[in-house]
């Protein structure tokens, strides 16, 4: 079969600067529990945690708040009610003060349970009031698992139901599958990240890495552009409106979870498109009743789309999720004409002036033409940064 073909390369991808600064809330919850007296590498746990907790702290611009909350702290598992109930904050929140984080983190040994539902749930009391608005984030780290009967995941669903919001960022050292599926899921419902620790420096890392993301916040909204026509598309493929194309576009609607916009385009053969989308520093949470919860957060702003094909079971040929203050390019071909659909929306929830995408077709013009070499020797140079069509055809073989 004889052909034009068509070349497209691209290689994308742009991330924003961050910046550091007082509007940062965090707090530390480290487990003193029993397990934590256990001898890793020549090292107890517990004293792999304090030296952790002491380098996460060293990330912390000076005027950062922070909190400090241990649980198993100072009953022991012989007492298993009031073990149960061990949490407290040992440092309430203040400007970051590493000598006496140091000497706090000293002044207990690992007894009891671990009651990590307990602690969160204790933890949403120790943000001031005017912390509301802020960033606000709690590093859980643990060696083990829920051991008194509560549920962490629901703690955390149930307080940003109540517009309690917050970022739970999740550290597990030498746990077990079954502790790291809990303090995943934890992570997940706040709206954090895991971290796997194996190991003393491998925890170093990770509270550090945590850390550092919790204690960098985006920049404020000035410098970041929020145009693009609102627009709504359609509940489903039979509603699917007309993708408006070379024009930024952005939802007009909070998106939730799992729901999606949809857009429908039609393509030639071998035609190419560009779709582009980019985060900008908002975020939201969605609540069951409806209610939406913004922030600015550095873990808060998502986008996702995604592109089917119009047949029976509308397969999917390609999908994008981006991240925190993220854009990037994706160069869409089509080897038959035919209607397709882009879908907006994802795994987390969009907020309405957080996700901006914008789709392009591409056009070709004499200067966008290349002849290549028909050997190795012969090989013309390659230009970057160019959509390009090879000027001749090519068989089969």
């Known amino acids: 079969m004889i052909r034009s073909t068509l070349l497209t390369i691209a290689v994308l991808g742009f991330s924003f ?24 590498s020549g090292q107890r746990q517990v004293d792999s945690a304090r030296t952790a907790l002491i380098k996460g702290l060293a990330q912390a611009p000076n005027d950062s708040k922070i909190a400090l909350r241990f649980y198993g702290h100072r009953v022991s ?31 207990y040994e690992p007894r009891g349970y671990t009651p990590i539902a307990h602690a969160l749930l204790q933890a949403s009391n120790d943000f001031p009031s005017e912390s509301e608005g802020r960033a606000r984030t709690i590093i859980l780290l643990s060696d083990g698992e829920e051991t008194c009967g509560g549920d962490p995941v629901e703690v955390i669903k149930q307080l940003k139901e109540k517009g309690f919001n917050v970022t739970v960022h999740t550290i597990g050292f030498n746990v077990d599958a079954k502790t790291q599926a809990l303090l995943e899921a934890i992570a997940e419902a706040g709206n954090g990240r895991y ?6 420096d491998q925890l170093y890392q990770a509270v550090e890495e945590a850390s550092k993301e919790s204690f960098t916040i985006d920049k404020t909204s000035t410098d970041f552009d929020h145009g693009g026509r609102a627009i709504r598309g359609g509940d489903d493929f039979a509603s699917a409106i007309e993708l408006p194309f070379g024009e930024l576009l952005k939802l007009d609607h909070h998106q939730r979870k799992k729901e999606y916009d949809y857009f429908y385009f039609d393509l030639e053969p071998y035609e190419t ?27 808060a702003p998502r986008g996702a789309f995604e592109v089917r094909r119009d047949s029976d079971n509308k397969p999917l040929l390609w999908s994008n999720h981006i991240g925190k203050f993220n ?15 882009l879908l907006v929306g994802g795994d987390y929830h969009i907020h309405k002036d957080g996700f901006q995408f914008l789709a392009e077709r591409l056009s070709f013009s004499g200067e966008d033409r290349i002849k290549g070499g028909i050997t ?10 160019k959509t390009l069509k090879i000027d001749t055809h090519l068989g089969s073989d």
């Open 17 to 40: 600067p961050l910046a550091a600064g007082a509007d940062n809330y965090v707090e530390y919850i480290v487990d003193y529990s029993g397990s934590m007296a256990k001898v890793d």
């Open 376 to 385: 190795r020797e012969s090989a013309s140079p390659l230009l970057f940064g």
């Open 273 to 299: 498109i560009s779709l582009f989308g980019k985060t900008l520093e908002l975020g939201v949470n969605i609540l069951p009743d409806g209610r939406s919860i913004e922030s600015k957060s550095s873990s």
């Open 327 to 341: 854009e990037n390019t994706h160069l869409f071909h089509a080897h038959e004409s035919g209607r397709f659909y």
């Open 195 to 200: 971290f796997d620790a194996k190991g003393a």
């Open 77 to 107: 598992k012989d007492q298993m009610e009031l073990s149960c109930k061990d949490t407290e904050v040992v440092l309430p929140f203040g400007n970051t003060d590493l000598v006496r984080a140091r000497e706090v983190s000293s002044l």
